[in-house]
Nanobody, 130 residues
Framework: QVQLVESGGGSVQSGGSLRLSCAASGYGDREYCMGWFRRAPGKEPEGVAA???????NYAIFVRGRFSISQNNGKNALYLHMNNLEPEDTAMYYC????????????????????????WGQGTQVTVSS
């Protein structure tokens, strides 16, 4: 059973930075597409960033150039470095893992939530004020 625990959220002003962390365990031998999605109140989940086992990263267009996803060598920790934050980035951010069938993109994560075909943590809140 994959377990994911997020940390690092908080409140910042517009233009500020945060780093989210995710402690991951329970993978076994299966390959997973890892990443982050977010959900703002009253809105559908949005995929933010994804990374596969060889380190190839993909980003949603609205965070490109501002956010960076990374993982440690042991692949038991995932990070999301967020720079130049905007009020529109305010949301609960979730670390996610979905089985990797060859396509690892952030758009997979909202589908994962709808189909329950994957894992995600409890989330960490990010609030950006103007």
């Amino acid at each position: 059973q994959v377990q994911l625990v997020e940390s690092g959220g908080g409140s910042v002003q517009s233009g500020g930075s945060l780093r989210l962390s995710c402690a991951a365990s329970g993978y076994g031998d299966r390959e997973y597409c890892m990443g982050w999605f977010r959900r703002a109140p009253g809105k559908e989940p949005e995929g933010v960033a994804a990374i596969d086992s060889d380190g190839t990263a993909n980003y949603a267009i609205f965070v490109r150039g501002r956010f960076s996803i990374s993982q440690n060598n042991g692949k038991n920790a995932l990070y999301l470095h967020m720079n130049n934050l905007e009020p529109e980035d305010t949301a609960m951010y979730y670390c996610a893992a979905t089985p990797n069938y060859g396509l690892c993109e952030p758009g997979l994560f909202p589908i994962m939530v709808q189909t329950s075909h994957g894992y995600w943590g409890q989330g960490t809140q990010v609030t950006v004020s103007s």
